[in-house]
């Protein structure tokens, strides 16, 4: 069994995971294709006891047993804020790209190789599973929106969580989006929210204030959340016209 690849992985995030990447090892032994770091924990937005560890694990077989047998292991990670592994089996990769293309790309993108096979420099995902994706990401979430609104459009501050969350959520998307575009996304989202408002002519003060909103008041930025909400989903509704006409 080859040995781990730890030397290009922040020293704290390392002590971390050495010892729980030996027994995951330990458990599932040449089973085990390629295990990778990705998300904050790559890099300089990684918050010690705050960010969570995302750890994806690649299988040659991926059955039942092996997710039974790393039971123990995985809830000893959660307190350590490793969160319970990705677990595909090589197959699911090669076969998914064109439904999980964001999710494959955020990870290429951001990722760092802890033992086995490389298997995302080369990968290729086709611009036309992009788009689509984020067409159905954007109106899918349009259709969310004015769903919640009517559940929770009666408490103000249900609704700003709503714009927040919401918000939130699509950042995959936003950056996916640039990408289309022709651009290398930022990973801090309120750059993000600059460059999807520039690129794709929305009013990005919106987007700004609600990032920024400390929900702990009604207001954004002195104005009324119920307006305000209809600016969010009006600039969503733009969006998705853009993302259709691509």
Known sequence: MESLKLEHVRQDVRKIIEPYLKKLLDIHQENVISIVLYGSATGKFYVAKQSDINLMVVFKDLEFKELSSSLKLVNQGIPKKISAPLFLSLTHIE?????FPIEFLEIKENNILLYGRDLFSDME???TH????????????????REAYLEVGLRKKGIEALMKESMYSLMP???ALLRIKGQTPHVDK?????DIAEAYVLDRDVFIAIL?????????QGQDVEIFFEKYINEIKKLAVAVDKL
């Open 95 to 99: 076969t998914s790209k064109d439904v």
């Open 125 to 127: 995902i086709a611009e």
């Open 130 to 145: 992009i788009r689509l994706f984020c067409e159905r990401e954007i109106k899918g979430k349009l259709i969310r929106l």
């Open 173 to 175: 998307t936003f950056r």
């Open 190 to 194: 309120e750059n993000i929210l600059k």
């Open 212 to 220: 920024r909103d400390k929900m702990d008041d009604e207001k954004i």
